[in-house]
Every structure is written in structure tokens, then in C-alpha cells.
């Protein structure tokens, strides 16, 4: 499925929505977080383009090929670590995000950054469930 020609409306929402989650965020980040959620959610569309735009916005290609085991990297900061933590908790959500995740994440995100990473979090598990869904991969429309 196309999901942009089948609803447009929807798909136009999405993307606002997404653009206004970005805002007030590092683009190094912000691809970081959408690969990690992508991995966890198995999206090889998303994962794929995320990674295109990471090495866009100037990412070290061992920090994309590491980003899978990020916990035992490290080349990643604390605040990278708080926002993948962070990341998982969300995409995870069934299992709940630990008082203790939101916290560290907090600790490196002023209040207004840190509405904006969740609310990245839940764009790029919108992008994965709508992608995973209608068999979306890389090289489609």
C-alpha cells in the first residue's frame, strides 16, 4: 500500500507532526533515536532512510553500526545514552518507562527539549507501525 496517495490527510498529519517534534533538538540526535526505535520495531524502511540522513547531518559511521549494541558502546555521551534509554522505554511501552529512565533523561533535557524527544519517539513509532504494516522496504514508494 501507498499509504501517502491512500490518506493523504493522515500521512500529512504524521509528517507535521513530525517536523514540529524536531524542533529545539540536535539532528545528530534526533536520527539516533529515530535508527534506535527503528531498530527495536525492526522497520528496515525507517532504518535505512534514518541512516541516510545520519551520515546527512554528519554521523560517524561507527556510531551508526554500533547503535544496536549502544548500551556496551562507548561512543556514545550520557545524554545520547538518556535519550536511547529513554527511546527503548517508549517504544517499549508495555513494559513501562521506569521512573529511573525518565529521570536520567531528564537530567540532560531542559523540560520543553525533553517534551520534544518524546514526542520524537512517538513520530518515529508512528513512521515504523504505518511502514511495518503495509510492507513498506527500502527502494519502495
Known amino acids: 500500500m501507498n499509504f501517502?496517495?491512500?490518506?493523504?490527510?493522515?500521512?500529512?498529519?504524521?509528517?507535521?507532526?513530525?517536523?514540529?517534534?524536531?524542533?529545539?533538538?540536535?539532528?545528530?540526535?534526533?536520527?539516533?533515536?529515530?535508527?534506535?526505535?527503528?531498530?527495536?520495531?525492526?522497520?528496515?524502511?525507517?532504518?535505512?532512510?534514518h541512516t541516510s540522513d545520519a551520515r546527512k547531518a554528519g554521523e560517524d559511521e561507527q556510531r551508526i553500526y554500533q547503535l544496536s549494541a549502544w548500551e556496551e558502546s562507548s561512543l556514545y555521551t550520557e545524554k545520547e545514552r538518556a535519550a536511547l534509554e529513554l527511546t527503548e522505554a517508549v517504544t517499549l511501552l508495555p513494559e513501562g518507562v521506569p521512573d529511573e529512565v525518565y529521570e536520567r533523561a531528564a537530567e540532560h533535557f531542559a523540560e520543553q527539549e525533553l517534551a520534544q524527544l518524546i514526542a520524537l519517539v512517538l513520530t518515529v513509532n508512528a513512521w515504523n507501525r504505518m511502514n511495518v504494516t503495509t510492507r513498506k522496504t527500502p527502494g519502495t514508494v
Do not use: H, M, T, W
Request: proline share 4%; hydrophobic share 50%; with cysteine.
Open 4 to 49: 501517502s496517495a491512500v490518506a493523504p490527510k493522515v500521512f500529512k498529519a504524521v509528517l507535521a507532526l513530525d517536523a514540529a517534534a524536531r524542533e529545539g533538538l540536535d539532528p545528530v540526535l534526533v536520527e539516533l533515536v529515530q535508527i534506535r526505535a527503528s531498530q527495536v520495531n525492526r522497520c528496515a524502511y525507517c532504518i535505512d532512510y
